[in-house]
């Protein structure tokens, strides 16, 4: 009679024994030093832990000092929520993990997690490890106590990845996930904000692009879980060392990213041309259109060369939102008589606003006759396309109506005049 | 045309008559009630109420009582006699009771748990006017937009999806469900019957995975099914579920009278037993009834065959200055909301006639049409009933047509009534602990929860039963890199998500696909599996497919592809396949003075050897060719039957016509196995040996075609009997005068007397011991 897994191989169809036979690990986890673990006994089972603490001088390339003097004001613009602004710089916890792998659901979880504290004279890091799943409810009670005594959490991609994960291995575990809620600062989604235009948004990327450094013999991500699970099945963990510095590398990174980004909404560091769009509308957003607005003029003054269309359209909206129409106008006015190639948008703007805010046709058909005009001498110049068809098409509906609008005025005024 | 003028007409057609092997009327039945139980919510009452229903039929009445009681139900439901009730009041009166409480439906297909999720919120609806708070139920399936599923997982009383959902979409994810899993009362599995086979063998097992989530959260839903008419429904929900049943069997609908027909196509050549095409016969009728604007729906076997009648039925509207649009297709492939058009048009009766595949006949509301039409037996006597509930109408009688195909088992069926207006023959059969199934849902198990050291899969709520080899399988698992044994526990490690590597619904087994390159797009016209495709789709093969011939140009072995172009030639090619089986491990024997038989695992290897080309009407033999393919090897379930050596003395037959005789005998079992297990033929195969290894002694073995076996072979040792009596029955009533396809196979095959001697056969079963 053949053993299950005599079957089993049979009616998988495999003609040798399985190519990895399971290798009894040794009873002690083994290079557990070079990783500088420690383990630490809690009530509910034993915990890893490794502390390192990044002073300036190790990192180099991360303004740790500007850092840790970020103001809450500082963290609402870059977070885009005001629920940074009586936070400091000291609150906030960085975090970063690493994973079993990207397949998602109640069988992938974090071995590594990065936890990560300014302070005064550098980056206080712990790196929680997981040596074996029997020991996940122990080190996820240390890491939830650790994150319980901070008020708001920074990470890259965590709301869709770090916390959701997190989150799912406190249910497993029975514990209470309480992070869901808290102010969460994702530097992903403040990058694709604040940098308009990249090449990707992966962390590499803005190093390279944002932090102007590149990682050298960085362990690359796909490369994680087998090196994890490796290490787990033979109990020889040292290999593992270039993955806590690259969690290492992580964290350091997101308070890099921090420090530029706040750089931008400070107008110290020169936004490149198509970055204003995201940094005018996160201002507008929070309310701030003051700011906005002399975010516009000063970008619109000191780079000749800016795109009119972009920085014009978010200046046009602040003044339209204060009801500034005086100014809007002239705004609209300004970027017509700048204008080398016809753009419809200023006329089409101007043609609205006298519509239907001033109510005054007159006006409105005067812009209409005045950007027809400017279409045709522009239209001769070249053949006539279809987006220019569509675009006499928008014009002639609009004078329609502003026509019959004016008409049925003209005519409501002369009958009360009459009467 | 009322009823009564279509009885008449087609009685004095006598045409159609004449091809009638049978006309049965079914008395109308009166509808058998029960008061509402004594402890049923006020609320819910005067919904119901509102909903126009007074009483409760008796079987509506006696599952919500079990369920009341705390007990698990499976109730046998006939079409259209208000099964959804039986658990949509206990869940809602549940509900009302208990604010968390959840309930989860499963439906095989997402066009029916649409339907049904409609019918729910009309009561709930009725129900909000006295209630403070909103049940809310949602459909969770593929097609729910993702912004909708956070507030579906966690406010939704009732979720509504499918097997496969649960499997892929949910169970993985149960973290994401806790509230769900921590509140889950009810379980409803709604059309069980369609849960047979390998289907059911991995849905009994995401049951099981879906049972160890709930202990984690600390719930204990109660299961409710639905069965059509089988044999065995309680065993089978039983397997299916994991927990002890209570059965539901008698309907307390009622039923208005019903005609039903079987009609048997001309024979046009009794030599090779082919008839009429059923499909040309099928929808004749169908025209017919049309033209007298007789609301009609007609089911054919597949999606081409559906497409061919309605294009016939169309034009035959045009002649007579009818819209068009007055008949429709139906199957799957059409989009929701034309579906959702079609089914309004049917029940207002705007659409008088509709061609289906089986798509219609689970329980999406069209209403009641006056006359069904089965092109050809349905396949399952469970899938004939509910086709043929289609058409009826309580008050008036209706009428169901099977036009019967010239395939053995529409011919066994038009030939004995008994099988189908009888007990059902037809048994629900899985093998949740089918090993390769059990692999992987034991995988997708631990990725979803760590296993401990103790625990065995699949045990019921009182801690019983459980697969003994589960720790087995764990270690074999860990072999594989898959899971890690840490502190007294099996953890998951591994980058894969296992769920997405295994379906519910086909083998895990390659098919060889067939391709048509008569024309410039190549175009897929079907599959065939593995296991088939040596004989059937070698290269130079002649392939029928439909009525057409194929030639097949080239069998890609590797890709597993067969091209073929359409041809016309006056031979078909038969292969001879050299088959070997051995038996591994025997699990029930028993003996039968001289006979024996036997169920177990056994090793069947093939290999295809040569072919033959033979001319058609001559049956000379024109040619043959090499075919040059590699052996297959499959594990699988088998049953045997091992008869004395010197049978051929003991029934008279020189020993070489016996051979022939057990081929003979083998076929006929082939044809009629499938009746029993509520199988395709292709699930099965039957290997005749004059020397069976073991016994040296001539034996049949039937064995599953499905790597591992889905149970067949241990039922067929329970009622291997029945089926050979019923193979008896078939050559008797088959019309041939010595053999053809549709009972032993060709004469060619079988030799003159195959008949003749496959009874005699056939009885030795029957009668043992001898």
Same mark, same amino acid.
């Given at each position: 009679?053949?053993?299950?897994?005599?079957?089993?191989?049979?009616?998988?169809g495999?003609r040798?024994?399985?190519?990895?036979q399971a290798v009894?690990?040794?009873?002690?986890?083994q290079g !557990?030093?070079?990783?500088?673990?420690l383990?630490?006994?809690?009530?509910?089972?034993?915990?890893?832990?490794?502390?390192?603490?990044?002073?300036?001088? $190790?990192?180099?390339?991360?303004?740790?000092?500007?850092?840790?003097r970020?103001?809450?004001m500082?963290?609402?613009?870059?977070?885009?929520?005001?629920?940074?602004?009586?936070? /400091?710089?000291?609150?906030l916890?960085?975090?970063?993990?690493?994973?079993?792998?990207?397949?998602?659901?109640?069988?992938?979880y974090?071995?590594?997690v990065g936890?990560?504290r300014?302070?005064?004279?550098?980056?206080?890091?712990?790196?929680?490890?997981l040596l074996?799943? &029997?020991?996940?409810?122990?080190?996820?009670?240390?890491?939830?106590?650790e994150?319980?005594?901070a008020?708001?959490?920074?990470?890259?991609?965590?709301?869709?990845?770090d916390?959701?994960?997190?989150?799912s291995r406190?249910?497993?575990?029975?514990?209470?996930?309480?992070?869901?809620?808290?102010?969460?600062?994702d530097?992903l989604h403040?990058?694709?904000?604040?940098w308009?235009?990249?090449d990707?948004?992966a962390l590499?990327?803005?190093?390279r692009?944002?932090?102007?450094?590149?990682r050298?013999g960085?362990?690359p &991500?796909?490369?994680?879980?087998?090196?994890?699970?490796?290490?787990v099945r033979?109990?020889?963990?040292?290999?593992?060392?270039?993955?806590f510095?690259?969690?290492?590398m992580?964290?350091?990174?997101?308070?890099?990213?921090?420090?530029?980004?706040?750089r931008?909404?400070q107008?110290?560091e020169?936004p490149?041309?198509?970055d204003?769009?995201?940094?005018?509308?996160?201002l507008?957003?929070?309310?701030?259109d003051?700011?906005? =607005?002399?975010?516009?003029?000063?970008?619109?003054? $000191?780079?000749?060369?800016?795109p009119?269309?972009?920085? !014009?359209?978010?200046?046009?909206?602040?003044l339209?939102?204060q009801?500034?129409?005086?100014?809007?106008?002239?705004?609209w006015?300004k970027?017509?008589?700048?204008?080398?190639?016809?753009?419809?948008?200023?006329?089409?703007?101007?043609?609205?606003?006298?519509?239907?805010?001033?109510?005054?046709?007159?006006?409105?058909?005067?812009?209409?006759?005045?950007?027809?005009?400017?279409?045709e001498?522009?239209?001769? !110049?070249?053949?006539?396309?279809?987006?220019t068809?569509?675009?006499?098409a928008?014009?002639?509906?609009?004078?329609?109506?502003v026509?019959?609008?004016?008409?049925?005025?003209?005519?409501?005024?002369?009958?009360?005049?009459d009467? | 045309?009322?009823?009564?003028q279509l009885?008449a007409?087609?009685?004095?057609d006598?045409?159609?008559?004449?091809?009638?092997?049978?006309?049965? #009327?079914l008395?109308?039945?009166?509808?058998?009630? %029960?008061?509402?139980?004594?402890?049923l919510d006020?609320?819910?009452l005067? /919904?119901l109420?509102?909903?126009?229903?007074?009483?409760?039929?008796?079987?509506?009445?006696?599952?919500?009582?079990?369920?009341?009681?705390?007990?698990?139900a499976?109730?046998?439901?006939?079409?259209?006699s208000?099964?959804t009730?039986?658990?949509?009041?206990?869940?809602?009166?549940?509900?009302?009771?208990?604010?968390?409480?959840? *309930?989860?439906?499963?439906?095989?297909?997402?066009?029916l748990?649409?339907?049904?999720?409609?019918e729910?919120?009309?009561?709930?609806?009725?129900?909000?006017?006295?209630i403070?708070?909103?049940?809310?139920s949602?459909?969770?399936?593929?097609?729910t937009?993702?912004?909708?599923?956070?507030?579906?997982?966690?406010?939704g009383?009732?979720?509504?999806?499918?097997?496969?959902?649960?499997?892929?979409?949910? %169970?993985?994810?149960h973290?994401?469900?806790?509230k769900?899993? =921590?509140?889950?009362?009810?379980?409803?599995?709604?059309?069980?019957h369609?849960?047979? &086979?390998?289907?059911g063998?991995? +849905?009994?097992?995401?049951?099981r995975?879906?049972?160890?989530?709930?202990?984690f959260?600390?719930s204990?839903?109660?299961?409710i099914?639905?069965s059509?008419?089988?044999?065995?429904?309680r065993?089978?929900?039983e397997?299916?579920?994991?927990e002890?049943?209570?059965l539901v069997a008698?309907?307390?609908?009622?039923?208005?009278?019903?005609?039903?027909?079987?009609?048997?196509?001309?024979?046009l050549?009794?030599?090779?037993?082919?008839?009429?095409?059923?499909?040309k016969?099928?929808?004749?009728?169908?025209?017919?009834?049309?033209?007298?604007?007789?609301q009609?729906?007609?089911?054919?076997?597949?999606?081409?065959?559906?497409?061919i009648?309605?294009?016939?039925l169309?034009?035959?509207?045009?002649?007579?200055?009818?819209?068009?649009?007055?008949?429709r297709?139906?199957?799957?492939?059409?989009l929701?909301?034309e579906?959702?058009?079609?089914?309004?048009?049917l029940?207002?009766?705007?659409?008088?006639?509709?061609?289906s595949?089986?798509?219609?006949? +689970?329980?999406i509301?069209i209403?009641?049409?006056?006359?069904?039409?089965?092109?050809?037996?349905?396949?399952?006597i469970?899938?004939?009933?509910?086709?043929?509930?289609?058409?009826?109408?309580?008050s008036?009688?209706?009428?169901?047509i099977?036009v019967a195909?010239?395939a053995?088992?529409?011919?066994?069926?038009?030939?004995?009534?008994?099988?189908l207006?009888?007990?059902?023959?037809e048994?629900?059969i899985?093998?949740?602990?089918?090993l390769i199934?059990? %692999?992987?849902?034991?995988?997708?198990?631990?990725f979803?929860?760590?296993?401990?050291?103790?625990?065995?899969?699949?045990?019921?709520?009182?801690?019983?039963e459980?697969?003994?080899?589960?720790q087995?399988?764990?270690?074999?698992?860990?072999d594989?890199?898959?899971?890690h044994?840490?502190?007294?526990k099996?953890h998951w490690?591994?980058?894969?998500?296992?769920?997405?590597?295994?379906?519910?619904r086909?083998?895990?087994?390659?098919n060889?696909?067939?391709?048509?390159?008569?024309?410039?797009?190549e175009?897929?016209?079907?599959?065939?599996?593995?296991?088939?495709?040596? %004989?059937?789709?070698?290269d130079?093969?002649?392939?029928?497919?439909?009525?057409?011939q194929?030639?097949?140009?080239?069998?890609d072995?590797?890709?597993?592809k067969?091209?073929?172009? =359409?041809?016309?030639?006056?031979?078909?090619?038969? *292969?001879?396949?050299?088959?070997?089986l051995?038996?591994?491990?025997?699990?029930?024997e028993?003996t039968?003075?001289?006979?024996?038989?036997?169920h177990?695992?056994?090793?069947?290897?093939?290999?295809?050897?040569?072919?033959?080309?033979?001319?058609?009407?001559?049956?000379?033999?024109?040619?043959?060719?090499?075919?040059? $393919?590699?052996?297959?090897?499959?594990?699988?379930?088998?049953?045997?039957?091992?008869f004395p050596?010197?049978?051929?003395?003991?029934?008279?037959?020189?020993?070489?016509?016996?051979?022939?005789?057990?081929k003979? *005998?083998?076929?006929?079992?082939?044809?009629?196995?499938?009746?029993?297990?509520? &199988?395709?033929?292709r699930?099965?195969?039957?290997?005749?040996?004059?020397?069976?290894?073991?016994?040296?002694?001539p034996?049949?073995f039937i064995?599953?075609?499905?790597?591992g076996?889905v149970? #067949?072979g241990a039922k067929?040792?329970?009622?291997?009997?029945?089926v050979?009596?019923?193979?008896?029955?078939?050559?008797?009533?088959?019309?041939?005068?010595?053999?053809?396809?549709?009972c032993?196979?060709?004469?060619l095959?079988?030799? =003159?007397?195959?008949?003749?001697?496959?009874? /005699?056969? $056939?009885?030795?079963?029957?009668?043992?011991?001898?």
């Amino acid at each position: 009679m053949l053993s299950i897994k005599e079957k089993l191989a049979q009616l998988q169809g495999e003609r040798s024994a399985p190519a990895h036979q399971a290798v009894q690990p040794s009873s002690d986890p083994q290079g !557990m030093a070079e990783l500088e673990l420690l383990a630490e006994t809690t009530p509910t089972g034993s915990v890893w832990r490794r502390q390192r603490h990044i002073s300036q001088a $190790l990192a180099p390339m991360v303004d740790l000092a500007a850092c840790s003097r970020l103001a809450g004001m500082d963290l609402a613009l870059i977070a885009k929520s005001w629920d940074f602004r009586d936070l /400091a710089a000291k609150d906030l916890i960085f975090i970063d993990t690493e994973t079993t792998g990207l397949a998602g659901g109640s069988g992938t979880y974090a071995f590594l997690v990065g936890l990560a504290r300014l302070h005064q004279d550098g980056l206080a890091i712990r790196q929680y490890f997981l040596l074996n799943q &029997g020991q996940e409810r122990s080190m996820l009670q240390a890491i939830g106590e650790e994150m319980g005594s901070a008020k708001a959490l920074i990470s890259f991609n965590g709301k869709s990845y770090d916390v959701p994960l997190l989150r799912s291995r406190f249910i497993l575990n029975r514990l209470p996930f309480a992070w869901e809620a808290s102010p969460h600062l994702d530097l992903l989604h403040a990058a694709r904000r604040i940098w308009k235009g990249m090449d990707g948004y992966a962390l590499t990327n803005l190093e390279r692009e944002v932090l102007r450094f590149q990682r050298e013999g960085d362990v690359p &991500g796909y490369q994680i879980p087998e090196l994890y699970f490796t290490a787990v099945r033979s109990g020889q963990f040292a290999p593992l060392k270039g993955i806590f510095q690259h969690n290492v590398m992580d964290l350091l990174s997101l308070a890099g990213l921090l420090v530029h980004a706040q750089r931008r909404f400070q107008l110290r560091e020169e936004p490149q041309s198509r970055d204003i769009t995201g940094i005018v509308r996160t201002l507008i957003e929070l309310g701030l259109d003051e700011m906005a =607005e002399g975010f516009c003029q000063s970008h619109l003054t $000191l780079r000749p060369d800016a795109p009119w269309p972009l920085v !014009m359209r978010q200046h046009a909206r602040i003044l339209k939102r204060q009801r500034k129409y005086g100014d809007m106008v002239r705004l609209w006015e300004k970027w017509i008589g700048n204008m080398a190639t016809f753009n419809l948008e200023p006329y089409e703007e101007l043609a609205k606003y006298f519509e239907h805010i001033a109510h005054d046709y007159g006006r409105a058909l005067q812009i209409i006759e005045r950007a027809w005009q400017r279409l045709e001498i522009s239209s001769q !110049m070249g053949s006539r396309t279809l987006a220019t068809t569509a675009l006499y098409a928008n014009l002639q509906k609009r004078r329609l109506r502003v026509s019959k609008k004016l008409k049925k005025l003209r005519d409501h005024e002369g009958s009360a005049y009459d009467g | 045309m009322n009823m009564d003028q279509l009885i008449a007409l087609l009685q004095n057609d006598k045409e159609f008559t004449s091809h009638v092997t049978l006309w049965r #009327h079914l008395e109308a039945q009166p509808a058998h009630y %029960l008061p509402f139980p004594q402890s049923l919510d006020g609320r819910l009452l005067s /919904a119901l109420k509102k909903h126009h229903i007074q009483q409760l039929y008796s079987h509506q009445a006696r599952t919500i009582d079990h369920i009341l009681q705390g007990r698990n139900a499976v109730v046998v439901t006939p079409t259209a006699s208000g099964k959804t009730l039986c658990y949509n009041v206990p869940v809602l009166q549940k509900v009302l009771q208990t604010r968390e409480a959840r *309930a989860l439906y499963l439906f095989p297909t997402k066009a029916l748990s649409q339907d049904q999720v409609a019918e729910l919120h009309e009561l709930i609806t009725l129900l909000g006017e006295d209630i403070d708070f909103d049940i809310k139920s949602y459909t969770f399936d593929g097609d729910t937009p993702v912004a909708a599923r956070k507030s579906i997982r966690t406010s939704g009383h009732i979720v509504v999806t499918n097997p496969d959902m649960l499997h892929s979409g949910i %169970l993985p994810h149960h973290t994401l469900w806790v509230k769900l899993f =921590e509140n889950l009362r009810f379980v409803v599995i709604d059309e069980i019957h369609h849960y047979r &086979g390998l289907f059911g063998s991995h +849905l009994a097992n995401v049951v099981r995975r879906l049972k160890r989530i709930c202990a984690f959260y600390g719930s204990r839903p109660q299961f409710i099914c639905c069965s059509a008419t089988i044999a065995n429904p309680r065993e089978f929900a039983e397997r299916l579920t994991g927990e002890k049943m209570e059965l539901v069997a008698e309907n307390g609908a009622p039923r208005g009278a019903k005609h039903f027909i079987f009609y048997n196509p001309p024979l046009l050549n009794r030599e090779l037993g082919i008839r009429q095409s059923y499909v040309k016969e099928a929808q004749k009728l169908a025209g017919r009834f049309l033209r007298h604007k007789v609301q009609t729906i007609v089911f054919a076997r597949s999606r081409m065959r559906v497409e061919i009648i309605l294009t016939y039925l169309k034009e035959a509207m045009r002649k007579t200055n009818a819209s068009e649009l007055q008949v429709r297709g139906y199957r799957g492939g059409y989009l929701p909301l034309e579906r959702r058009e079609i089914e309004r048009g049917l029940r207002s009766g705007e659409i008088l006639g509709v061609v289906s595949t089986n798509a219609l006949e +689970l329980g999406i509301d069209i209403g009641q049409l006056q006359v069904c039409i089965m092109a050809g037996y349905p396949g399952t006597i469970a899938s004939t009933w509910q086709q043929a509930g289609r058409a009826g109408r309580r008050s008036d009688a209706s009428m169901a047509i099977l036009v019967a195909s010239s395939a053995p088992l529409d011919q066994f069926i038009v030939s004995n009534p008994d099988y189908l207006f009888g007990q059902s023959p037809e048994a629900g059969i899985i093998n949740p602990d089918n090993l390769i199934v059990l %692999l992987s849902h034991i995988k997708c198990a631990a990725f979803e929860l760590p296993f401990s050291e103790q625990e065995r899969f699949g045990i019921r709520w009182d801690g019983s039963e459980g697969v003994d080899a589960t720790q087995e399988i764990l270690s074999y698992l860990e072999d594989h890199r898959v899971v890690h044994r840490a502190e007294g526990k099996w953890h998951w490690m591994a980058e894969i998500y296992p769920a997405e590597a295994v379906s519910l619904r086909s083998a895990a087994e390659e098919n060889v696909v067939i391709i048509d390159r008569s024309t410039a797009d190549e175009r897929v016209i079907g599959e065939i599996d593995l296991f088939a495709a040596p %004989l059937m789709v070698h290269d130079e093969a002649i392939y029928l497919h439909g009525s057409q011939q194929y030639h097949v140009d080239k069998l890609d072995w590797e890709r597993r592809k067969a091209y073929v172009r =359409e041809v016309a030639v006056d031979h078909y090619t038969d *292969a001879q396949l050299k088959s070997d089986l051995r038996v591994i491990e025997s699990s029930e024997e028993k003996t039968l003075d001289a006979c024996a038989c036997g169920h177990g695992e056994v090793s069947v290897t093939s290999v295809a050897t040569m072919y033959k080309k033979i001319k058609f009407n001559t049956h000379e033999n024109i040619g043959w060719g090499k075919i040059d $393919l590699p052996e297959l090897t499959m594990h699988t379930g088998a049953f045997w039957f091992i008869f004395p050596v010197d049978i051929h003395e003991r029934l008279n037959i020189p020993q070489q016509e016996f051979s022939d005789g057990l081929k003979a *005998a083998a076929n006929v079992l082939g044809n009629v196995a499938p009746l029993f297990i509520m &199988g395709d033929p292709r699930d099965i195969s039957v290997l005749p040996m004059m020397r069976a290894p073991l016994w040296q002694k001539p034996a049949l073995f039937i064995w599953e075609r499905y790597p591992g076996g889905v149970g #067949h072979g241990a039922k067929l040792f329970q009622i291997y009997a029945d089926v050979a009596h019923a193979g008896i029955q078939l050559v008797q009533q088959c019309g041939c005068d010595s053999g053809c396809p549709s009972c032993v196979g060709p004469a060619l095959e079988v030799g =003159e007397k195959g008949k003749q001697h496959a009874v /005699a056969v $056939l009885r030795v079963m029957v009668q043992a011991p001898l």
